[in-house]
């Protein structure tokens, strides 16, 4: 009798898994494949009700949401259109398109956002993604809603690095993504950080350590380099990633000109007269949860000081900002990271 009981008791969990199994909708095979779903014009078009609900811009087009049916099941994506306009007119159109499709189409981690499929049809060029329910870091951190917490921003830093680091050191071909900013962070469902918009990457071949292109990026997340007419390399986004991370730690942006002292108008320049100065806790304002932590705030904020030096040299590897971050390692005083900036 009892063996019966059991039987029966392991049968209906059997049946009660299958079941949730099967009313899970099934993920796109394109992200944990290799291989690009091509999509027609006309099917994004009426995935987005013709394009009107918008998530964001770029230099080079538009993001929209869209929803795609899979097997039966509706999938929410992001679809980045570039600019007709642009692609008549200039070849660099073109180039990003390509560029973006070369560099993130062979990716696969946890802290990018996936490439899904493409459109490449007569002067339609789109990008279909998946969709990032939170938006991005930019609105997390400097929108209307409170202040997001210490744990979640420290975390935030982490899978920003963890994503550079894999561009940087653990893809087949070196990627420089060249435009790291809040606004090209999103975060999914449980708000862990995916690096997303790679059109202004460049692909670095198996004997390259640096680049000769023009300025790329965004301004205030630039590094010196770029202005100086030389090679650049992957520190490039260590210094955007620095700033990113005072951004960050301080819940401001990088510049801010409504301030009551005028020295605390450029965020590294202030941070750095704080750390100096031992008075980390004027960048700290009513933050009671990361008072309570200065010796991670210290931490983070001597690694942002490192990420941003103007000699790239002094930078440090963004797998060594990971070990810094982590107090794997121990860091040194950072130097004043010069006046730059101004």
């Not at 918009?197 to 692909?203: E, H, Q, R, S, V």
């Not at 350590?209 to 380099?225: C, D, F, L, M, N």
């Amino acid at each position: 009798m009892n063996v019966l009981l059991l039987l029966a008791t392991c049968f209906v969990i059997f049946r009660f898994k299958q079941k949730r199994k099967a009313i899970i909708p099934p993920k796109f095979e394109a992200i944990k494949g290799k291989s690009l779903r091509s999509f027609s014009y006309e099917e994004l078009e009426k995935a987005t009700n013709k394009f009107s609900e918008q998530l964001g811009s770029g230099a080079f087009g538009t993001v929209f949401k869209g929803v795609i049916s899979i097997n039966g099941y509706s999938n929410c994506i992001a679809i980045k259109k570039l600019d007709k306009i642009d692609m008549a007119r200039e070849a660099s159109g073109e180039q990003e398109f390509k560029a973006e499709v070369s560099a993130i189409g062979r990716t696969n981690h946890k802290n990018l956002v996936q490439l899904i499929g493409l459109c490449n049809e007569g002067q339609h060029r789109l990008l279909v993604y998946e969709f990032m329910n939170n938006g991005s870091l930019g609105s997390f951190l400097f929108g209307p809603s409170p202040r997001p917490s210490w744990h979640h921003r420290t975390q935030i830093g982490l899978d920003i690095a963890m994503g550079l680091c894999y561009l940087h050191e653990e893809c087949s071909t070196q990627i420089i993504h060249c435009d790291i900013k809040p606004q090209n962070i999103l975060l999914d469902d449980s708000f862990t950080a995916r690096i997303s918009d790679f059109g202004l990457a460049k692909i670095l071949t198996k004997n390259q350590t640096q680049t000769k292109t023009g300025i790329r990026g965004s301004r205030g997340y630039v590094a010196p380099e770029w202005f100086k007419n030389s090679g650049v390399r992957v520190k490039v986004d260590v210094y955007s990633y620095g700033i990113v991370l005072l951004e960050l730690i301080c819940c401001r942006r990088k510049f801010e000109a409504k301030v009551e002292e005028e020295n605390e108008m450029i965020l590294c320049d202030w941070v750095y007269d704080c750390y100096k100065d031992g008075k980390m806790d004027m960048v700290l304002v009513n933050d009671e949860e990361a008072l309570g932590d200065m010796n991670r705030v210290e931490r983070f904020v001597m690694v942002a000081l490192w990420c941003i030096q103007e000699n790239p040299l002094l930078r440090p590897t963004i797998k060594k900002v990971i070990h810094m971050l982590e107090g794997i390692i121990q860091i040194s005083i950072p130097p004043n990271p010069s006046s730059f900036t101004n």
